[in-house]
């Protein structure tokens, strides 16, 4: 066992300084393997000069990296040693995983401390001895709010964020920032622990609607689909990838008596054909009858779209015959009964 006199030392960084060659001055420079050292003061160094242990402040003192004698050394002198009893409040380092919590002082851990103004670490484990872990963050009490940014990708938990009054009238108000999402919008889940912002009434609700009236007949002999009418023609964009849009077309159909004078109607979206080439609604005839005529029938399309995108969509009614012959027409219905209506309806999902 080693004794101590007085305190007992626990760290020590005790050296002894490169040998010095001495000459007719006072000042030499003091050398630590060839680089420059700074005792922390004379009372710090134990200096062997002839064989006599020298007094500190008395017959020399440190001036930064240089020893200053009281008396001119002549070169037959030997300063035999100078020992640096450790720098002053120096410590080693510390071994990994040693310091403990109750080692930190309250309030020691400050912003300029932390790299980056971040904790870069994977997880933050929060433990409570109640059944309601918080986390919370405070403004500075005056023009400054502050606020919390959390990022969950596990789908079994959730965030819950709540104001806390500082009175039983204070009025509180949480914000987004960076002004995410638009007016009357609901944030909502895609099912995979992703949110995103929803129109008004989330999934299942009709979302928007835009229609189409023409009020004239329109007809054709073209065997092959042509656009029926300009103003049976809508726009319509929607507002997330996942939305159904639900069309609708109505109108009064003609075709002739004669067997196989049929009209076919259909939709088309940005120019290409929804339904196919038989379309949706076919004005059928009967054999028989006056050769000459004509009878009217109902055209009734319901067809739904995924489109998966959030750029415009255009959707259109065409119309054929089944032969060049005979006049395909809808809208046929006669005063006041002419109009031809085409209805987009966005459904959230």
Do not use: W
Not at 129 to 157: F, M, R, V
């Amino acid at each position: 066992m080693v004794g101590y006199i007085g305190r007992q030392a626990v760290n020590g960084n005790f050296i002894k300084l490169d040998s010095i060659t001495t000459s007719a001055t006072t000042t030499f420079n003091l050398l630590n393997g060839g680089v420059a050292y700074s005792p922390e003061s004379a009372r710090n160094c134990i200096v062997s000069l002839n064989g006599v242990i020298q007094s500190p402040e008395t017959a020399y003192n440190i001036v930064g990296s240089t020893i200053v004698f009281s008396e001119t050394l002549a070169s037959q002198d030997v300063i035999d040693h100078i020992i640096v009893l450790g720098d002053v409040n120096a410590l080693g380092t510390v071994s990994d995983g040693t310091v403990t919590a109750s080692k930190l002082g309250t309030d020691a851990v400050i912003t300029a401390k932390v790299q980056n103004d971040a904790i870069t670490t994977d997880k933050i484990n929060l433990v409570s001895t109640s059944s309601t872990p918080s986390l919370e963050a405070k403004g500075d009490g005056g023009s400054q709010d502050g606020y919390i940014q959390l990022n969950c990708s596990q789908n079994s938990h959730g965030i819950k964020i709540k104001s806390a009054p500082h009175s039983a009238n204070a009025s509180y108000t949480l914000t987004l920032p960076n002004n995410d999402g638009n007016a009357d919008q609901f944030l909502k889940t895609d099912g995979s622990g992703v949110l995103s912002f929803a129109d008004a009434g989330g999934g299942g609700k009709i979302l928007q609607v835009v229609s189409a009236t023409d009020g004239t007949t329109r007809g054709t002999t073209s065997t092959t689909f042509v656009t029926a009418s300009n103003t049976c023609t809508l726009n319509i964009t929607p507002s997330a990838t996942s939305s159904k849009i639900l069309l609708m077309f109505s109108s009064i159909g003609q075709m002739s008596t004669q067997t196989g004078h049929m009209s076919y109607v259909t939709i088309y979206k940005d120019g290409s054909n929804l339904i196919g080439n038989e379309g949706m609604s076919g004005v059928g005839n009967y054999n028989g009858g006056n050769t000459s005529g004509y009878i009217f029938g109902s055209c009734d399309i319901k067809y739904i779209d995924s489109p998966n995108t959030t750029s415009q969509l255009t959707y259109a009614i065409y119309l054929r015959s089944e032969t060049n012959s005979y006049t395909a027409r809808i809208g046929a219905g006669g005063t006041g009964n002419t109009d031809s209506t085409l209805i987009a309806m966005e459904i959230g999902v």
